[in-house]
């Protein structure tokens, strides 16, 4: 068995924590956040990384009748697509969503038979989907799982917010049963739409620094840790124990949903209406260059995951 130091490692001269490449470049440094990318698998994290996560509730203080009207429209048709992919290998059983939010997954998995479960960190969106669903609340690192125990596990959106992915990912491998099925989302660090904030950023020396914040969730509780592309988060889950069985690229908006992601941004109606179009342009230039914003999979369970570092 392979033993691997923790990814959370915070000395930046550390060989990556993923492939085991010495050499690093900046990729950006801003408000205190910095940023490097292993030139040996392309891995994009931040660096020095927090030793945890205080508790936090990104939801505190939003609307989250507007988010889940937000959720409908976008995330539900996404969600349909990679149920759809994840029913051609387990058409039932147990099946843990992490990071379930409101439950609108957990709705779905219900609707084609799963007995469905969730884990979720904002007490907000907690008490919305305990009311259809056995939601428990927390992190995953902080709540203990049956091993051998679910049949699909989800991770929409999650695993760029986790400061070390290589044990989260074991425990989600011990928590599945023998040919398992994982699904997971994550920017892509080939997107056109973080490459267009991070280029803004570069050639205004630094003074363009909104697309990149937002982008990077940086003012958030739960901030983006890691950028991935196919190659390297390939290594990170045949390091943990799984086999890629589908991929495909989505992108991280639709023209329909800017509104709702433009609620904070800027509010003059001249300045809304430029970025309506630069993302426009945005969505359909990363279509034809196939730099689409998120990485969609579908793993399965196989072999043995590492073992402890
Ligand atoms: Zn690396």
């Given at each position: 068995?392979?033993?691997?130091?923790?990814?959370?490692?915070?000395?930046?001269?550390?060989?990556?924590?993923?492939?085991?490449?010495?050499?690093?470049r900046?990729?950006?440094?801003?408000?205190?956040?910095?940023?490097?990318?292993?030139?040996?698998?392309?891995?994009?994290?931040?660096?020095?990384?927090?030793?945890?996560?205080?508790?936090?509730?990104?939801?505190?203080g939003?609307?989250?009748e507007?988010?889940?009207?937000?959720?409908?429209?976008?995330?539900?048709?996404?969600?349909w697509?990679?149920?759809?992919?994840?029913?051609?290998?387990?058409?039932?059983?147990?099946?843990?969503?992490?990071?379930?939010?409101?439950?609108?997954?957990?709705?779905l998995?219900?609707?084609?038979?799963?007995?469905?479960?969730?884990?979720?960190?904002?007490?907000?969106?907690?008490?919305?989907?305990?009311?259809?669903?056995?939601?428990?609340?927390?992190?995953?690192?902080?709540?203990?799982?049956?091993?051998?125990?679910?049949?699909?596990?989800?991770?929409?959106?999650?695993?760029?917010?986790?400061?070390?992915?290589?044990?989260?990912l074991?425990?989600?491998?011990?928590?599945?049963?023998?040919?398992?099925i994982?699904?997971?989302?994550?920017?892509?660090?080939?997107?056109?739409?973080?490459?267009?904030?991070?280029?803004?950023?570069?050639?205004?020396?630094?003074?363009?620094?909104?697309?990149?914040?937002?982008?990077?969730?940086?003012e958030?509780?739960?901030?983006?840790f890691?950028?991935?592309d196919?190659?390297?988060?390939?290594?990170?889950?045949?390091?943990?124990?799984?086999?890629?069985?589908?991929?495909?690229?989505?992108?991280?908006?639709?023209?329909?949903?800017?509104?709702?992601?433009?609620?904070?941004?800027?509010?003059?109606?001249?300045?809304?209406?430029?970025?309506?179009?630069?993302?426009?342009?945005?969505?359909?230039?990363?279509?034809?260059?196939?730099?689409?914003?998120e990485?969609?999979?579908?793993?399965?369970?196989?072999?043995?995951?590492?073992?402890?570092?």
């Amino acid at each position: 068995m392979i033993s691997l130091p923790p990814m959370a490692a915070n000395n930046e001269d550390r060989p990556c924590s993923l492939c085991g490449g010495g050499k690093h470049r900046l990729h950006f440094a801003l408000n205190g956040n910095v940023f490097r990318r292993c030139r040996s698998c392309g891995l994009i994290k931040m660096a020095p990384l927090p030793e945890r996560l205080a508790k936090g509730d990104d939801y505190a203080g939003y609307d989250l009748e507007r988010q889940r009207q937000f959720t409908r429209l976008f995330f539900v048709p996404q969600y349909w697509r990679a149920l759809r992919l994840i029913q051609r290998y387990k058409s039932g059983g147990r099946l843990l969503d992490v990071g379930c939010g409101t439950g609108e997954f957990l709705d779905l998995a219900r609707q084609e038979g799963f007995l469905a479960f969730g884990i979720e960190p904002s007490e907000r969106a907690l008490f919305i989907a305990r009311r259809s669903h056995p939601v428990a609340w927390g992190e995953l690192n902080d709540i203990s799982l049956k091993e051998n125990f679910f049949d699909v596990v989800t991770l929409w959106s999650v695993l760029e917010h986790v400061i070390d992915p290589i044990s989260f990912l074991r425990k989600v491998w011990l928590s599945l049963k023998k040919d398992g099925i994982l699904g997971l989302r994550v920017p892509s660090s080939r997107g056109l739409l973080a490459l267009s904030a991070l280029w803004l950023h570069r050639l205004s020396a630094g003074k363009i620094k909104r697309p990149l914040k937002v982008i990077y969730q940086l003012e958030w509780h739960y901030k983006h840790f890691y950028y991935y592309d196919r190659k390297n988060i390939a290594l990170l889950l045949e390091k943990c124990g799984f086999e890629i069985l589908e991929t495909y690229d989505e992108s991280a908006y639709s023209i329909s949903s800017l509104d709702f992601r433009m609620d904070y941004l800027p509010r003059s109606k001249a300045l809304r209406t430029m970025l309506k179009a630069a993302l426009f342009f945005n969505l359909h230039l990363s279509r034809l260059l196939r730099r689409q914003d998120e990485l969609v999979i579908v793993a399965k369970k196989s072999g043995r995951p590492l073992s402890s570092p």
